[in-house]
Nanobody, 122 residues
Framework: VQLQASGGGLVQAGGSLRLSCAAS????????LGWFRQAPGKERVFVAG????????DYANSVKGRFTISRVNAKNTVYLQMNGLEPEDTAVYYC????????????????WGQGTQVTVSS
């Protein structure tokens, strides 16, 4: 199983980025998908999750209203659209897959991507 995250970069505060995560080697539409992030010196935390079919999404309070998670099962890809970025959003972002319908707990995720760096300048 491979999860390949991309789309990170350097952006000014208030800007936008869209992260993508392409999956292979798993039954994509039978896995919940999530995005997590880890800032320097901090633990990895949940950002957003989406259910198997994409009809339910869950967000951390810190990103609600600014970030949108979505998936295209036909492309085995999950996205994270990030708008209104803030310096506090600076982190390495990871995509992950779980056999649960959707989950916030990282321990429920079986497969992880390699991470993509997002840096927001003030």
């Amino acid at each position: 199983v491979q999860l390949q995250a991309s789309g990170g970069g350097l952006v000014q505060a208030g800007g936008s980025l869209r992260l993508s995560c392409a999956a292979s080697g798993l039954t994509f539409n039978r896995h919940g998908l999530g995005w997590f992030r880890q800032a320097p010196g901090k633990e990895r935390v949940f950002v957003a999750g989406v259910s198997w079919s994409g009809n339910f999404a869950d967000y951390a309070n810190s990103v609600k209203g600014r970030f949108t998670i979505s998936r295209v099962n036909a492309k085995n890809t999950v996205y994270l659209q990030m708008n209104g970025l803030e310096p506090e959003d600076t982190a390495v972002y990871y995509c992950a897959a779980t056999v649960a319908w959707v989950a916030r707990d990282g321990n429920e995720y079986v497969y992880w991507g390699q991470g993509t760096q997002v840096t927001v300048s003030s």
